[in-house]
């Protein structure tokens, strides 16, 4: 079974989910090196251009997959008084 699941294609859901979540699937090698490459041209054209003095164009990078982070629960803070409160209730 390990066998199989190691020959996977790059871009199959089951690889895309060990690699950290559903924003993975179909990122394969090929389309890293897609947006890699855009990214490069950009910031070549970015390097070459005959801009004026603080005008080249910002050019936004090519979006990525990233898997956002699960937010912890607000810890709430007592004082005190409120720990006191709590354990001489009734």
Do not use: C
Not at 22 to 38: H, K, S, V
Not at 41 to 58: E, S, V
Request: glycine residues 8%; positive net charge.
């Amino acid at each position: 079974m390990l066998l199989l699941a190691q020959r996977l294609p790059d871009t199959s859901l089951t690889v895309a989910l060990a690699s950290g979540g559903r924003e993975y699937f179909g990122w394969g090698i090929d389309r890293y090196l897609a947006a890699d490459t855009f990214d490069a041209l950009n910031q070549n054209t970015r390097a070459t251009g005959n801009w004026g003095k603080g005008k080249a164009p910002k050019i936004p990078p090519w979006p990525r997959p990233t898997v956002q982070p699960k937010k912890a629960p607000a810890k709430k803070h007592t004082s005190v008084a409120g720990i006191y409160q709590q354990f001489t209730r009734r």
